[in-house]
């Protein structure tokens, strides 16, 4: 099992390290007390699951539980787990500037008698041997949230990397897709709908698919919109984003708008994306 252990100073940035392990499709778990963690990896590992990814962000906010950390880590080595443990680091006026802008309470703050820098200067002690310890090193000071994200990224992205982008026909009769990053309307094109033959078939079907780009005007409209993807996507990959919803509407989602998605769908994931159709109107 696969287990990775995200730990550092607070404010530094762990709370986004578990969001890129989720969306490197870990099952991840926020303020695990050290001494359970050897027991749920076990608890996972012998339920059947088919998870075989675990995340645990393990730092100060577990009080005195935090002493089993050294123990705890080194039980999970022992056990045979492919375990890595992460420090996420910051510069102490980086963090101080932090509390103060998010004017979040530091964990320690009250054992500091409210002094921010020095509960930093208190639980930077705390940590030092997980610093020390740590296969990876993240230092978060003046970095943004996508560059840090897309470190952390780089660094264990694997087969789970690819941005899954979801091509959706719909029906404007219906009402548009509200989780629509991009859409185009293919209501200017000639409708199916209006030759006998087509009109109870979807854009599925392949007498459809081929009226609907029988034309010049589908193709070129067609070819556009690919060309505008294959220019965007890698920047959307460059921000970081892990999911993108490219829709297309006509008037009842059957026939032109199922044909574009089902064939840019195609287009993408022959060219190696992550690309899958969804069509929402057909059955209505």
Do not use: W
């Not at 982008?165 to 199916?192: E, H, Q, T, W």
């Not at 829709?247 to 009842?252: D, L, P, R, S, V």
């Amino acid at each position: 099992m696969k287990i990775v252990i995200v730990t550092g100073m607070s404010g530094a940035g762990k709370s986004t390290a578990l969001n890129v392990f989720e969306d490197l499709d870990y099952y991840c778990i926020d303020n695990m007390p050290p001494e359970l963690l050897a027991v749920f990896a076990d608890l996972i590992k012998n339920s059947g699951s088919k998870s075989d990814r675990l995340c645990f962000a393990v730092d100060i906010r577990s009080g005195e539980l935090f002493s089993k950390f050294r123990e705890s880590v080194e039980a999970l080595r022992a056990s045979g787990n492919d375990l890595t443990v992460v420090f996420i680091d910051c510069d102490d006026n980086e963090l101080l500037t932090r509390y103060k802008e998010t004017r979040r309470r530091h964990p320690l703050e009250d054992e500091a008698s409210g002094n921010i820098l020095k509960a930093i200067e208190m639980e930077r002690s705390e940590m030092a041997y997980a610093r020390q310890i740590a296969d990876i090193y993240f230092d978060s000071t003046q970095v943004s949230s996508t560059a840090f994200r897309n470190r952390l990224r780089n660094v264990f992205e694997g087969d789970h990397a690819k941005m899954i982008i979801n091509v959706v026909s719909f029906g404007y009769m219906f009402g548009v897709p509200k989780d629509a990053d991009l859409m185009f309307d293919v209501r200017c094109l000639k409708n199916p709908f209006y030759i006998p033959e087509l009109r109870t078939k979807t854009g599925l079907d392949n007498e459809v698919y081929d009226y609907v780009f029988g034309f010049e005007d589908s193709n070129g409209l067609y070819m556009k919109i690919h060309d505008l993807l294959t220019f965007l996507i890698p920047m959307y990959e460059k921000e970081g984003k892990t999911r993108l919803v490219v829709a297309f509407g006509c008037t009842g989602g059957k026939h032109r708008s199922v044909s574009f998605a089902r064939r840019l769908a195609l287009d993408l994931y022959a060219e190696g994306y992550d690309a899958r159709a969804e069509h929402r109107c057909v059955e209505r």
